[in-house]
């Protein structure tokens, strides 16, 4: 059998794409397409990527779609360092942004019931206490801790104005002997 020829990989609409693909994939091998999101406007998107090789007349597509939000937490996933039995992690700090044009209105930073004596928020009023400004930010910290041996997961999960709430952060913790 020949090689695959690749001739081109593009991604339309608001989307980006990094590849593995060489201009020649041969047989039985594989190769990655990585796209990412990046919302440039609030709102649904839709996009698609589009692989035009040797072994097709018509090029393959794959539609893409995401929404822009304009309130973002970040970093979207923290893994907590091993803690041990008893003990609680260093804080981990998350910040939320606002890119709107207006002021949004944070009504919560939450964690499930059933994961509070996992993780433990603070510093929650920088965020809760008045309106977040266009342009503005805020920062709060989560901790973990547990009286048992084992791994933990959750969510941090905030609450607020902008279209695209609820806004959530996975956590991920450890505990060790």
């Known amino acids: 059998k020949d090689a695959l020829a690749i001739h081109s990989i593009q991604v ?4 980006g794409e990094t ?7 041969a047989p039985h091998a594989s190769c990655t397409v990585s796209v990412t999101f990046v919302p440039q406007t609030v709102g649904p998107k839709t996009g698609a990527v589009q692989i035009v090789d040797s ?3 018509k090029p393959q597509v794959i539609a893409l779609s995401g929404a822009g939000t304009n309130v973002l937490l970040a970093p979207s996933s923290v893994t907590f360092p091993a803690t041990k039995v008893g003990s609680s992690s260093p804080p981990q700090t ?3 942004t606002n ?3 207006t002021s949004v209105t944070i009504s919560s930073i939450a964690l499930p019931l059933q994961d509070l004596p996992y993780f433990a928020l603070s510093n929650t009023a920088n965020c809760t ?3 977040l400004a266009p342009g503005g930010s805020c920062t709060f910290d989560v901790t973990f801790g547990s009286h048992q041996k084992g791994t933990f997961t959750s969510e941090v999960i905030v609450t607020d104005t902008d ?3 609820p806004q959530t952060a996975t956590l991920t913790g450890t505990a060790v002997n």
Do not use: I, K
């Open 99 to 101: 890119y709107n044009s």
């Open 94 to 96: 998350f910040t939320l």
């Open 12 to 15: 339309a609409g608001e989307f």
């Open 129 to 131: 206490g008045a309106p």
């Open 19 to 25: 590849s593995t693909c060489g201009q020649d994939l």
């Open 55 to 57: 072994a097709s007349s």
């Open 163 to 165: 279209a695209g709430s």
